[in-house]
């Protein structure tokens, strides 16, 4: 594949390193900046050949099959709006739209045009994300309850983010997309997120816009996303996701201490990891950034989607869900209520009622609790499933109880 990538900025240079640090048959052939003097110095370190500070010729330049979005976050839609009038496949960075209603243009423009909208959710893509999320579907936490996602740092680097009408908002859309998507993944794509309880404040910075938020996405089949979100955080870029099933419980830690751990005076620090507050004392670098990450696994999964036609693991559609969730998420922030997810396209499965599924011992009793204890001896609790009646059971004498 020959890449355009659009935008100079952050992102664009993690995207760049992601596509260059490894060997690959996919090659950056093309950079945009609004600045021609920074698309000029990010070709030329990355030795790209082509540079352009004109939107639609980089997009219709002959050499260019795919583009990436790398831009602040009120040009997605422009940018889209040229790849699906000259017809490429787009990858778009997160969040797709400051709105549901701006990301579902895009869905539109991509589904109308017959491209591939890909959706640069990496945090999906991590390599202990994608692991855990295969143990989950093959069963080893059983039914998931509850999925957990924070994502905290001391806040962004570039003007833009902090104005309400470029942004779309705060630490919610900012953040909270990312941990949107990895507990709505944990949960299950097919299932609806219906409802948003969010509480938000703007706690430290002069904006208009939150800087610090949690909020419950209410599933409809009974489980709870849950996502914290600080652009206050001190400390560095703190990534850790919880998920708890039937059988089973899995946490990870993404990002700040995953342990790599490094003292320094900080006589000749340098970079050590997005976000760090500091180079000297105790570091914990992290080894391969972009991979760890999930740029890596994230861009071969889209350029095998279209090659093979296929869709993505996060596509235009999963972008759109999250902002729907987002929206309500704001909506619930202002009005102190549960706010419901505005879904005008839903791909999953229809509401059902939360399911009620208990563990039966016999046919005649549900079993609440096992547990062994210190005596050895195991314990059941049960309940008789016609009269409600609590019973103890015990497999050995129970010592001391
Ligand atoms: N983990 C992630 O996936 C991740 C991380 C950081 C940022 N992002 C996303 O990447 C996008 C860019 O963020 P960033 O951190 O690179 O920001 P940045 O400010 O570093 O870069 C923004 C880019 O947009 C360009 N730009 C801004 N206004 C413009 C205009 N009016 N016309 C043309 N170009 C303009 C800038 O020149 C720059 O190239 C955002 O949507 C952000 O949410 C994603």
Known sequence: MRIAILGSGFIARFYAE??????????????????????????????????????????????????????????????????AKAGKPVLCTKPLGRTAAEAKQMLDLVTAAGIMGGYLEDLCYSPKFLKSLQSIKAGSLGRILWAKSREAHPGPHSNWFWNKELSGGGAI?????HCIEIARNYIGKEIKPVEVMCWAATQVHPIEAEDNAIGL?????????QFE?????RGGMDLRDEVQGTEGTLWINNFLRTGFEMFSTGKSGGYVAEKAESSSGWLFPVGDEVHELGYTNMF????????????????FYDGYVVNAVIDAAYASAQSGRWEKVQLEEWRGEQDGAPAAIFNSYDEEHYLIKEEILPSGATILILKDKTTGELSRRSTSPEGGQ
């Not at 976050?73 to 422009?78: V, Y």
């Not at 859309?173 to 997309?177: T, Y």
């Not at 979100?229 to 955080?233: K, L, R």
Request: with cysteine; aromatic share 6%; proline share 2%.
């Open 18 to 83: 992601s596509l260059i640090s490894q060997r690959r048959k996919d090659v950056v052939t093309l950079i945009y900046s609004r600045s021609i003097e920074r698309a000029e110095t990010l070709a030329t370190e990355y030795k790209v050949p082509h540079f352009s500070n004109n939107l639609d010729e980089a997009v219709t330049h002959v050499e260019v099959d795919v583009v990436i979005i790398a831009l602040s976050n009120d040009l997605h839609l422009a940018a889209v709006t040229a790849c």
């Open 173 to 177: 859309v900012d953040l909270g997309c």
């Open 217 to 225: 996405v209410k599933y409809a089949n009974g489980a709870i996303g």
């Open 229 to 233: 979100v600080s652009w206050c955080f």
């Open 300 to 315: 071969t999964d889209m350029f095998e989607s279209i090659e093979n036609n296929r869709e993505p693991q996060e596509s």
